[in-house]
């Protein structure tokens, strides 16, 4: 079982095209439903999105995503945002070293409020200095609707275990704003993650078990591995989630995960504790 091109799809899982020899291609559907919890504000959030991966060899892929979500507000109006992701990637001829470059766009849209565009740049770098262990840093420059700009570094180590079927990493998220922000100059969380794999079985056996915790501060945050952008005035303070994978067929995955959060925003006097389900049904060819 080698995990340098596991490990790679790993670390960067949207915004990398997947890198194992034997998927050249890839698509995918993901599914989010989330309810909110004591919140003055909003009800329920669910977010479609849909992801093309194209790989023209092992030293160069592209990935485009396009999402749309819907926020439903307590005042029976809701926030439409519509999303645009395009990266690309590759490992380098010795197969040490993986890069990428992305950016993504958002647009929200809320009756009786004017409409916003976010956007960000990212950029990252990955080095294997055994097929083992993996280090990357990980760089992303977002601007707002109101010009405030969010530099952010994601330096991240992750290691391979137990005969290479336990995957183990460990990402800092450190961010500067050009300007305050919901009273925060600067913002620092981290994020533990685990995967791991399992011996094939009958067609109910997952091929893996996966789960993270995230404490710390973080706004307007750039998710290394999901390749997502959040643009709204909630500072999350705390997450957790679990799920499992399995193989339907030869050529097709199925991933499910359940998980919490909890969030504030000082601009709105809201405090958000959200559960969610995400699904992701993928092919690859």
Not at 13 to 38: C, F, R, V
Request: glycine share 10%.
């Amino acid at each position: 079982m080698n995990l340098k091109p596991l490990a790679a799809a790993l670390l960067t899982l949207q915004t990398l095209p997947a890198l194992a020899d034997e998927t050249k291609n890839s698509a995918s559907l993901e599914l989010t439903g989330l309810q909110y919890q004591g919140s003055s504000l909003r009800t329920q959030l669910q977010q479609q999105k849909l992801n093309l991966g194209l790989q023209a060899s092992p030293a160069f892929g592209l990935n485009l995503g396009l999402g749309e979500s819907t926020v439903d507000y307590q005042s029976a109006s809701s926030l439409k945002e519509r999303g645009l992701s395009l990266s690309v990637g590759g490992l380098s001829a010795t197969r040490q070293w993986a890069w990428r470059l992305g950016g993504i766009r958002l647009d929200d849209t809320q009756t009786g409020n004017p409409d916003l565009r976010t956007q960000s740049l990212q950029a990252g770098l990955g080095w294997w200095p055994t097929p083992e262990r993996l280090l990357d840093a990980g760089y992303s420059r977002t601007r707002l609707d109101n010009g405030i700009l969010i530099d952010q570094l994601t330096p991240m180590v992750g290691g391979s275990f137990n005969r290479q079927y336990t995957w183990l990493q460990l990402r800092g998220y450190f961010q500067q704003f050009s300007q305050p922000s919901e009273g925060l100059e600067t913002a620092a969380s981290a994020e533990l993650k685990v995967t791991q794999w399992l011996d094939p079985g009958s067609a109910f056996k997952p091929r893996t078990l996966q789960a993270m915790v995230q404490g710390g501060k973080r706004l307007y945050g750039v998710d290394t591995d999901a390749g997502e952008l959040y643009s709204l005035p909630y500072i999350q303070t705390a997450s957790a989630w679990a799920g499992a994978g399995w193989r339907l067929g030869e050529h097709v995955d199925l991933t499910g995960l359940a998980g919490v959060s909890k969030a504030h925003s000082v601009s709105l006097a809201d405090t958000l504790k959200s559960r969610f389900i995400y699904l992701n049904l993928s092919t690859h060819w």
